[in-house]
């Protein structure tokens, strides 16, 4: 009914769109540009950001941007498995069948990283979503698994990803070990006022809209009431 009214092809804001028709905020390219980076130097990096910033979509983009005959993305959001299924997971998307015993399991992912990288020339790439949810004795789990100091470069990037708190909580000192092995920490902001204006100008031209439907003053209360956070706004 209200899209006949306001002559609109689809139904603005009620799905995502794709990382190809992603708002181009000041935030969103900051995040693909320290993605970019942790492409180049391989590695560990933590991704953080409030609610609704926009971390996930960013992560998908980037995940979509990579060329699967030389990467490899295994995405993990903790809120919907155990850890043990984790690593399982990471078995499962190596090619392996996973082993049994923990300690077996983790030689095992550790060497199908290894090879992956080495031998198929793939770098797997690992996303770990929601990480605020982990336990400290996951963090110092993936301190273990993610250690290849035998290797002179880094064959794999793995993301963690969650909201600010988890920040703050690898600064705690047993976390400290894990946090010490981060070379990209980055926290994707929310838009600013006007990206408000242009993100609901961008959702309404994808939804074929032909004539601006809120007013300069609908726009500022909405930018107020979200603080810029995408998900708020959509
Ligand atoms: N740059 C962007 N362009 C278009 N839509 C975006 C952009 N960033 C975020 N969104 C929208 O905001 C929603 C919430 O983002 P999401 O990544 O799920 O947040 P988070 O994971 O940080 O909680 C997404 O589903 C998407 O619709
Ligand atoms: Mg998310």
């Known amino acids: 009914m209200f899209k006949a009214f306001y002559s609109l092809a689809a139904t603005p804001f009620a799905k995502?769109?794709?990382a190809d028709q992603a708002y181009p905020s000041a935030a969103s390219q900051e995040t693909a540009a320290a993605l970019a980076y942790l492409k180049q130097t391989r590695g560990m990096g933590l991704i953080v950001g409030e609610p609704g910033a926009g971390k996930t979509y960013a992560l998908r983009g980037f995940s979509q941007s990579l060329n699967p005959a030389l990467y490899k993305v295994v995405y993990f959001p903790l809120s919907t498995g155990t850890v043990n299924d984790f690593y399982r997971g990471l078995a499962y998307g190596l090619g392996e069948e996973p082993k049994t015993r923990k300690i077996d399991l983790f030689r095992q992912i550790q060497q199908a990283v290894t090879t992956s990288f080495q031998d198929r020339k793939v770098t797997?790439?690992?996303?770990?979503?929601?990480?605020?949810?982990?336990?400290?004795?996951?963090?110092?789990?993936?301190?273990?698994?993610?250690?290849?100091?035998?290797?002179?470069?880094?064959?794999?990037?793995?993301?963690?990803?969650?909201?600010p708190y988890l920040r703050d909580r690898l600064t705690l000192n047993h976390n400290r070990p894990l946090a010490q092995r981060l070379l990209l920490s980055h926290q994707v902001e929310p838009l600013t006022?006007?990206?408000?204006?242009?993100?609901?100008?961008?959702?309404?031209?994808?939804?074929?809209?032909?004539?601006?439907?809120?007013?300069?003053?609908?726009?500022?209360?909405l930018a107020a009431s979200t603080k810029g956070y995408p998900r708020l706004v959509n």
């Open 193 to 221: 006022k006007d990206e408000v204006k242009g993100y609901v100008a961008h959702h309404l031209r994808l939804a074929g809209a032909s004539h601006a439907i809120f007013t300069e003053n609908a726009l500022e209360a």
């Open 124 to 163: 797997p790439v690992f996303i770990l979503d929601e990480m605020q949810m982990a336990k400290d004795v996951f963090l110092s789990d993936l301190n273990l698994l993610f250690n290849f100091q035998m290797d002179s470069s880094n064959p794999f990037l793995l993301l963690l990803c969650g909201l």
């Open 16 to 18: 995502e769109v794709g």
